[in-house]
């Protein structure tokens, strides 16, 4: 919203307590993230006199927080006779760091922005540092507190940078994912005393755009820096802003204003990914260089900083007819039929699920794998190493093994009678099914008259005649035998 009346007086009070002067301007203030389809600006005028560690209710929203990382040598103050900004300052000791971010909380960070998203970030900030020995960030990322140690990137965020390591004195865009640097592009200009203006554009799911002004006191006109491409982040990110002071000579870094806009990314398919591009071109206002002509506004037209910015919707394609694939929140992709029932799903860590039944005309498994259902393979199925049947299994034709066959102790065994013994009695570990069918005969050349009886599931006697004369040894085995036949003579009349 926009107040005249906040236009006259000495000292009026906006935002979180902030007090603002005769210099106010104007500001579009939406009191705290609409949504995270919708869009964002926050206006630094007079926010806080002068804060110390963790302070919160930074900004006209108060959905901001700044953190020096319990140092008192960096703290924060606002100008607000010279239009209001936000500033962070060190003096000339060593080794200080300063973060002013999204987030209500101190030290967490409220991040509504995702890569996925599609968003658009622009800041307005003045780098009053030492270029030479000072590190400078500012756009997205998921840096919480602030940083002491040289050269310390987010460890996800697309963002502008000043590396001290070069002594550049130009701004750089950056992409970083899962601690990686995707790429890198140089903006042409140098870092004046002057505030600069930068934009930051997620064209599609795997290029992003940097643009900058780097003077946006005469007006802005925004330069393309260049375009990075590779695998963004999936991480959530906030907008923020801090500085490693490594030298010591005391420095500022000024925060103007920060704003986005960002909206959800359309379902497509494979086969309108042409689409998603003009869609992506589109709501950055910005032009595709090809043969296509796409209409969309001049970047330089919207992009005032005391002027409430506004793009075009991303153009939504006509629903699919069969299926279609839609990102959710978290990064899982769905494929899902017409009436929006998810079929397929996988997510970012190569987990896959299927709806129903899976058909495939030849398939290589490289690891392992776990069926948590039913099995069946139609065609011939090769073992090359031992398998392992935990449950029953059942072989309905016949089975042929080329190798010896290896059985459980209750299949076949040895049992011993002692001189003067006639009967022994052999338990099984575990209890057949059914009565299996038992036969037994001395060993050692014996010739012995021998019986086996009272055969149950649990186990059987071998008896001989007469006690024995010596220690007498028996061989023994045991088959269960589903339905065993008995055979008879035929009777003759």
């Not at 002067?21 to 869009?39: K, P, Q, R, Y």
């Not at 040289?150 to 996800?156: A, E, F, K, R, V």
């Not at 279609?324 to 970012?348: C, E, I, V, Y």
Request: aromatic content about 8%.
């Amino acid at each position: 919203y926009f107040d005249p009346s906040k236009l006259t007086g000495v000292s009026t009070t906006v935002g979180s307590g902030g007090v603002t002067g005769s210099n106010f301007g104007g500001v579009l203030s939406t009191g705290a993230v609409i949504e995270t389809t919708d869009s964002y600006a926050q206006e630094f005028v007079a926010s806080l006199a002068n804060a110390t560690t963790n302070n919160r209710n930074v900004g006209d929203s108060g959905n901001w927080y700044f953190n020096n990382n319990a140092q008192t040598q960096t703290r924060s103050q606002d100008f607000s006779l010279n239009g209001g900004y936000f500033a962070i300052i060190t003096n000339a000791t060593a080794n200080r760091g300063g973060l002013v971010a999204e987030g209500a909380t101190p030290g967490t960070l409220d991040a509504p922005l995702n890569a996925a998203n599609l968003p658009i970030v622009q800041m307005k900030v003045r780098a009053g540092v030492v270029q030479a020995t000072d590190d400078v960030f500012w756009g997205m990322a998921d840096t919480a507190i602030a940083q002491t140690v040289n050269n310390t990137l987010p460890t996800n965020g697309i963002f502008f940078w000043s590396n001290n390591s070069t002594g550049a004195t130009g701004w750089q865009g950056v992409v970083r994912n899962a601690g990686v640097t995707v790429g890198t592009v140089n903006c042409t200009g140098g870092i004046g005393t002057n505030f600069a203006t930068g934009r930051i554009v997620v064209v599609n799911s795997t290029t992003v755009r940097f643009f900058m002004d780097t003077d946006a006191t005469n007006g802005v006109d925004l330069i393309d820096c260049g375009t990075v491409t590779g695998t963004l982040p999936t991480a959530n990110l906030a907008m923020e802003m801090y500085v490693i002071h490594t030298s010591t000579t005391a420095s500022s870094f000024d925060l103007d204003y920060a704003r986005f806009w960002q909206d959800d990314k359309p379902p497509i398919s494979a086969a309108q990914a042409a689409n998603d591009v003009i869609s992506s071109l589109t709501q950055a206002d910005i032009a595709t260089g090809s043969d296509t002509v796409v209409a969309t506004p001049d970047p330089t037209a919207i992009s005032s900083p005391d002027i409430q910015n506004t793009t075009a919707d991303p153009v939504t394609p006509a629903p699919l007819s069969g299926l279609q694939t839609s990102p959710t929140k978290g990064g899982t992709t769905q494929l899902a039929d017409a009436s929006g029932t998810a079929r397929f799903t996988f997510d970012t860590a190569g987990n896959a699920t299927l709806a129903r039944g899976l058909n495939i005309a030849s398939a290589n498994v490289s690891g392992g794998l776990t069926v948590g259902g039913d099995a069946t393979f139609a065609g011939l199925s090769t073992f090359q190493k031992l398998a392992t049947f935990i449950g029953k299994t059942i072989f309905r034709q016949d089975v042929q093994f080329q190798g010896h066959i290896t059985l459980a102790s209750d299949s076949a065994g040895y049992a011993k009678l002692l001189k003067g013994e006639a009967i022994v009695h052999v338990n099984f570990s575990t209890a057949y099914d059914t009565t299996p069918i038992v036969s037994a005969s001395a060993t050692d050349g014996q010739f012995v008259l021998t019986s086996v009886s009272n055969i149950t599931p649990q186990g059987f006697d071998i008896t001989v005649a007469v006690p024995v004369t010596a220690d007498t040894s028996f061989t023994w085995t045991a088959v269960g035998v589903t339905n065993p036949t008995t055979s008879t003579n035929p009777v003759t009349l």
